[in-house]
């Protein structure tokens, strides 16, 4: 029951991360939220609406911090992200710590865009 970490390509240690994962693509993310997975953007809700990935949802982190937990089955792929990583991560652990069993911190924005992500704005609606 632990969180997994997007693979790096540099030479980091990270000790939550499985080294013989294969690179996650956001291709692979959109398959997965068809298929029920979820992708929850966990920025402020004016993050949000500044800019967000398709099919994200936005669960800002304070409403994890409530104990406002998402109504899905705990071994759901729930995919988390914010802008930089750092309340991406304090969601995975309340996600974790609240019994979800596939729960995958995706980190920043930039971190998604660098697997194929692409932010949709309102100049692009």
């Not at 920025?43 to 669960?59: M, Q």
């Not at 409530?66 to 792929?77: A, E, Q, R, S």
Request: proline share 4%; glycine share 8%.
């Amino acid at each position: 029951m632990s969180i997994q970490s997007k693979p790096t390509d540099d030479n980091s240690s990270n000790s939550e991360a499985t080294s013989d994962a294969p690179k996650l693509s956001f291709s692979t993310i959109e398959s997965d939220i068809q298929s029920g997975a979820k992708l929850l953007d966990v920025r402020t809700a004016e993050e949000f609406a500044a800019g967000h990935f398709a099919g994200a949802t936005n669960w800002p982190l304070q409403n994890l911090m409530d104990g406002k937990l998402p109504n899905v089955p705990k071994d759901t792929k729930i995919y988390v992200h914010c802008r930089t990583g750092v309340r991406s991560a304090q969601a995975a652990q309340i996600l974790t710590n609240n019994g979800f069993t596939n729960v995958v911190d995706l980190h920043g924005l930039t971190d998604i865009e660098n697997i194929g992500g692409e932010l949709i704005t309102s100049a692009d609606a």
